[in-house]
């Protein structure tokens, strides 16, 4: 073909243009403002090359064939649907690791965030001088008008443990509205957490300074349709979080839960122990397996309420679960006790050998069930 009239890239059907945006937007029951958001960005990012990516758990309204029906229309649209997992960061990051673009941006689909401010967000990228640039409500000019009085509480208490405990340095941390280079992205995925709400305050506190970070106001609006999903577990979450990135990631946020829920097993197994002795003048070895029982089915329902609440077991598979749970910690009694006995073989201190075999129960139990029970 001659050199002259080869089209150019400009002449190029959009699909062929390399996007130089990622646009992910994380949905659970969003069906009604899809759409919306799908043609505002269409007018705010006009003149860019530009892809979105959604990525729906599943959500029972079908927000995933809405999505559907605008990528048919549109190349520049797809659809992660994931099935039996739940969580805004995990989706974030699944979306920016599924995309291509130099740049991805992360924004709400109710339509609470401004997606005008996209293309200047994408200007400040590509200038190279920022890594990271987060949509602010926290610096002058940005505001969070449609929070009522308990969320504007909660969300300026969060912001302030960050800040102090976490030495984050940005004024809005908690926000979910914010555009990253790749490159830089992709540096830090490995050890993010796929849990909780907090994407953006993980990715800061991970950078530890290392990113040269802009922030912009914005005026975080109200919902479009539906409702927020924000609820008080968002608040454990968070929680974990910090003390996660505090303990230089040697805790993860689901071995705490799983270590929490199993000390309350502690006290459940010592309840059920002594009603069994008491009120039912059981002999001790069935009493003792009474107090067992009750502690691993309360340990098992505790996890799959709230250590696994992102993979939460339903139906048939609870009792599966159940099942498998017993097998895993009776192995894990028996883990338990071998340590503790050999431990104090060596050295008779009998608070010392009690917490190795108990560390070493939980660690062995907390493993397994990773693989065996609530295996992804
Ligand atoms: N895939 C997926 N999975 N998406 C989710 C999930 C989930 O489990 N939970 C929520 N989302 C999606 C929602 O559909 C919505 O598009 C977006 O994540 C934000 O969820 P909302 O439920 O609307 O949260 P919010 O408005 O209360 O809080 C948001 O804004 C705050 C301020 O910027 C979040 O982005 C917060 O992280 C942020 O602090
Ligand atoms: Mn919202």
Redo the contacts with the bound molecule.
Sequence with gaps: MNEAIRPGPESLPQAAVAPQLSVV??????RDNVTTLYRRLETALAGIPWEVVF???NSPDGTWDVVRALARQDNRVRCIR?IGR???SG?CIEGILASSAPCAAVI???L??DETQLPKMLALLQGGEFDLVVGS?YIEGGSADSFNKQRAGA?ALATEVAKRVLRVKIADP????FMIRRDRFEQLAPQLSTQG??ILLDVVATARGELRVKEIPYN?GS?LHGE???DSMVALDFLGLVLAKLTHDAVSLRFLLFAMVGSLGVFVHFAALFIALRGFDLPFAVAQGCGAFSAMTSNFILNNFLTYRDQRLKGFAILRGLLLFYLVCSVGLAANVGVAFSVYAQEPIWWLAGAAGALMGVVWNYAMSGLFVWRK
Excluded at 25 to 30: A, D, G, K, L, S
Excluded at 174 to 177: E, H, I, L, T
Aim: hydrophobic residues 35%; aromatic residues 12%; proline residues 3%.
């Design positions: 937007v994380p949905t659970f029951n969003e990525v729906d758990d994931r739940r969580g805004l989706a709400d689909a109710d609470q965030h409500r969300s908690m926000s979910g509205f709400f907090k975080f919902r927020s999903k924000l």
